[in-house]
C-alpha cells in the first residue's frame, strides 16, 4: 500500500494553507445559515464556488435553524440522498426536495 505523496516543504504549506482556508469559509457559511443571514437556497446557489461544494448535506442541513441530527437525517432519508452526500452532488431533483421540505 503506498504511503502518503511526497510532498516539497513549499507544497506542503499550500495545502495546509489552501485546507486552513476550506475549513474557515465552511465555518462561516455554516455559522451564517445557524444565524439565519443565509438560506439554504442560498447555499445551493454557491455550490459552484470551490470550498461550498465539498460540504456534506448532513452538516449544512443541521446547521438550519430548527433542524438537528434526527429531522436532518429524516429528510435526507425521504428525499433519497446518501448521508456522506456532498453539496456538489445533489442532483436537481433532489435540490428541489429539499428546497420544497424547506419552505
Given amino acids: 500500500m503506498a ?9 506542503r504549506a499550500r495545502a495546509l494553507a489552501k485546507a486552513a482556508t476550506a475549513r ?3 465555518a462561516e457559511l455554516r455559522e ?10 442560498e447555499v445551493l446557489e454557491r455550490v459552484g464556488e470551490e470550498h461550498i461544494g465539498g460540504i456534506k448535506v448532513k452538516a449544512v442541513l443541521t446547521a438550519l435553524p430548527g433542524l438537528g441530527k434526527v429531522k ?3 429528510l435526507m432519508e425521504a428525499v433519497g440522498i446518501a448521508e456522506n ?10 435540490k ?6 424547506l419552505s
Fill in 3 to 11: 504511503g502518503p505523496p511526497s510532498l516539497s516543504a513549499d507544497d
Fill in 72 to 74: 436532518s437525517y429524516r
Fill in 32 to 41: 451564517e445559515l445557524r444565524r439565519g443571514t443565509l438560506s439554504f437556497e
Fill in 96 to 101: 428541489e426536495a429539499l428546497l420544497a421540505a
Fill in 85 to 94: 452526500r456532498r453539496l456538489r452532488g445533489l442532483g436537481p431533483r433532489q
Fill in 24 to 26: 474557515r469559509v465552511r
